[in-house]
């Protein structure tokens, strides 16, 4: 049974930062992708960031480049988020993801494990 569980999410005004952790239990968390996704009020998922399996590549939406960076410690089994320049509209609640493959993807449904999500929100 994989289990991702993630943390460190809350109330930041604008302009300030937050980190995302997501701990990863069950499986062999060096051989899989990892990403993070949002879900605002009513909107559609969308892609955050994601990290291949070494944290060798990484991949971000357009809308968090440059703010946001991903990362992972493999030995801790363990991604972060760390979220700078935090914007009003980064309100949301925050998804760790897991895929079964090395490579990442910025499809929501190539992921194979979910987070239960924290909530992120940014007052102005």
């Known amino acids: 049974q994989v289990q991702l569980v993630e943390s460190g999410g809350g109330l930041v005004q604008a302009g300030g930062s937050l980190r995302l952790s997501c701990s990863v239990s069950?499986?062999?968390?060096?051989?899989?992708?990892m990403g993070w996704f949002r879900q605002a009020p009513g909107k559609e998922r969308e892609f955050v960031a994601a990290?291949?399996?070494?944290?060798?590549?990484?991949n971000y939406a357009d809308s968090v480049k440059g703010r946001f960076t991903i990362s992972r410690d493999n030995a801790k089994n363990t991604v972060y988020l760390q979220m700078n320049s935090l914007k009003p509209e980064d309100t949301a609640v925050y998804y760790c993801?897991?895929?079964?493959?090395?490579?990442?993807?910025?499809?929501?449904?190539?992921?194979?494990?979910w987070g239960q999500g924290t909530q992120v929100t940014v007052s102005s």
């Open positions: 990290i291949n399996w070494s944290g060798g590549s990484t």
């Open positions: 993801a897991a895929k079964r493959e090395r490579d990442y993807s910025a499809s929501s449904q190539n992921y194979d494990y």
């Open positions: 069950g499986r062999t968390f060096s051989s899989n992708a």
